[in-house]
């Protein structure tokens, strides 16, 4: 063998040992592969089983909790149990014009049955929210499948809400309702809170605003009788407190504002009050009030007594208009012009006309002689009371032992003329608008005293005015 063919079949073995370790390196390889795949497709498989093992625990657990948060399997005793359930509730936040009512039962195959029930009322937001806690804190398995709120007219909210509850064909019969709260509810406050604070179905709400001045001023040992006051848009209810320190002995009615306080010493002192109303979400203002403490002011003067202004005097107004004799008695008729009404008076009538009082002395046929006030007058037919009274308290200041004064009217003004001098039967009277009494004779004529000048001619009237 030629060098040239050794050395060719030397390549060609290494080839062929080479080709040779390759196939078997290959064939190590697959195999390797394969059992690798094996074992690992068997710990899947382990692992899916574990998986399943314990979801069958926990389902199993499940089931026992579902079991005891069941209605019972009996149906009638379900819908007992739960409708009694919801009357509660009810009651509990006070729902106005409630209605429950069941509406069906749907079986879903052989595992439990779904009843379905409605529930509607008026209340408030907060009874609103109470009831949905309390819906969400019983650990029944229940869920609020429609839920409809709504404000009305008269302020409030309605609630209609539709329930739908599970009853488990594996529960007892006669199970008894959960006592155990759910641990997936917080307490009220939390629960309550995110949400009451939210204005559903209004514009947002102002905060209020103080209508008091800033400055404000009390009395030195005096209740200060102040208020301070808030206005709010919406017409909520507005509450006060104080900020921070209030001067020594102040009180805040939070309610209506009112400050009671009894200061001691004068001077300013500073109160920031806080307004709080009642809407979602509440709003709140403050303001620094200064309250002005000073001394008393002195008292007034005493009051000067006005002078008392004179008054009219009726007398001043009164005239003798009539004399006139029925059944042998004179009367006398004066008449008080201020008042429209005619004083008729007889011997010994007592008379307060004005400021002037007396008693009728005598009565005839030519004058009336009157006393007042010790002094004795006489007023003759269209005279004046005051007049007269007055000339005789004049004549009396002359002479205090003067016969008492006679005032004459002036013949021409009443109409007069001499007559006979027989007084006894001659009546004595002017013309007057006054009727005169029943039985009373009517005067003819005026008859002047025949000692006296006599009067001028002048006609007669021959009777009364009626």
């Known amino acids: 063998m030629t060098p040239r063919e050794r050395i060719l079949g030397i390549g060609v073995g290494s080839i062929l040992v080479l080709a040779g370790c390759q196939y078997v390196l290959m064939q190590y390889r697959t195999a390797v592969a394969s059992r690798q795949a094996r074992v690992e497709t068997l710990d899947q498989q382990i692992l899916e089983a574990q998986e399943r093992l314990l979801q069958g625990a926990y389902a199993d657990r499940m089931m026992g909790e579902y079991l005891v948060r069941s209605l019972p399997s009996d149906i009638e005793k379900a819908r007992a149990d739960y409708t009694r359930w919801l009357y509660e509730i009810i009651t509990m936040v006070e729902l106005r014009d409630a209605s429950v009512s069941f509406t069906n039962t749907l079986p879903a195959g052989d595992l439990y049955k779904r009843h379905q029930f409605k529930l509607s009322g008026k209340t408030d937001q907060r009874g609103w929210l109470e009831l949905m806690h309390l819906f969400y804190t019983k650990d029944y398995l229940h869920r609020i499948s429609n839920l409809v709120v709504r404000p009305f007219r008269e302020g409030g909210l309605f609630v209609d809400m539709t329930i739908d509850v599970i009853g488990l064909d594996a529960a007892q019969p006669d199970l008894a309702a959960p006592t155990a709260t759910s641990p997936m509810v917080d307490s009220f406050a939390a629960y309550a809170d995110p949400i009451l604070n939210r204005n559903f179905f209004s514009p947002p709400n102002q905060a209020p605003k103080f209508t008091t001045p800033s400055r404000l001023t009390a009395t030195l040992g005096q209740s200060p009788g102040l208020v301070v006051k808030a206005e709010d848009p919406e017409k909520d209810n507005v509450r006060y407190a104080v900020i921070g ?105 007592k008379f307060e006309i004005g400021r002037l009082s007396g008693t009728v002395v005598d009565v005839n046929a030519r004058f009336v002689t009157l006393e007042s006030e010790g002094r004795r007058f006489k007023l003759r037919p269209a005279g004046n009371l005051a007049e007269a009274a007055k000339s005789a308290q004049g004549a009396a200041k002359t002479d205090e032992n003067a016969a008492p004064v006679e005032t004459a009217a002036p013949v021409a003004a009443v109409g007069t003329e001499s007559l006979p001098a027989d007084d006894a039967a001659t009546t004595l009277a002017t013309p007057t608008s006054e009727s005169p009494l029943p039985g009373d004779s009517v005067p003819a004529a005026l008859q002047t005293p025949t000692q006296e000048p006599p009067a001028a001619p002048a006609s007669v009237d021959r009777a009364l005015r009626p």
């Open 245 to 349: 320190t209030a001067p020594e002995g102040l009180e805040l009615d939070s309610r209506t504002g009112e400050i009671k306080w009894n200061p001691t010493t004068p001077g300013n002192y500073p109160l920031a009050v806080e307004a709080i109303d009642s809407g979602y979400p509440a709003q709140r203002i403050e303001q620094r009030f200064e309250i002005a403490v000073v001394n008393p002011p002195p008292p007034p003067p005493p009051a000067k007594e006005p002078e008392p202004t004179p008054g009219f005097d009726d007398a001043t107004q009164t005239v003798l208009t009539a004399l006139v004799q029925g059944g042998g008695d004179w009367t006398a008729w004066m008449k008080v012009r201020t008042q429209g009404t005619t004083v008729k008076l007889r011997p010994g009538d």
